[in-house]
């Protein structure tokens, strides 16, 4: 069983820095492209930084120049270093990842969301 867990979130000041984690773990061929989400209080889930498996990645306007998505292949780890922040960046923040089974299908997971706080 393939599962996606995040972990770092926490509540910060405006214009500091965060930095989560998305570890996978279980049996799978490949991970093919990463991605974190976010979803704030009454709206719906919206990405905010994607990451191809060659390490190709492109960003929310909102967050570009302040947010940097990374993988680390050879631990399944994909991260999302934050800086400056903003209280609109208060979210629950999810990973998501394409990812071959050992039979060979492409899936899509979601991790379980970790919140993320940045007070004002």
């Known amino acids: 069983q393939v599962q996606l867990v995040e972990t770092g979130g926490g509540l910060v000041q405006a214009g500091g820095s965060l930095r989560i984690s998305c570890s996978v773990s279980g049996s799978f061929q490949t991970i093919n492209g990463m991605a974190w989400y976010r979803q704030r209080p009454g709206e719906e889930r919206e990405l905010v930084a994607f990451i191809s498996s060659g390490r190709s990645t492109n960003y929310a306007d909102s967050v570009k120049g302040r947010f940097t998505i990374s993988r680390d292949n050879a631990n399944d780890t994909m991260y999302l270093q934050m800086n400056s922040m903003k209280p609109e960046d208060t979210a629950v923040y999810y990973c998501?990842?394409?990812?071959?089974?050992?039979?060979?299908?492409?899936?899509?997971?979601w991790g379980q969301g970790i919140q993320v706080t940045v007070s004002s």
């Open positions: 998501n990842g394409d990812i071959r089974s050992v039979s060979g299908v492409l899936y899509h997971y």
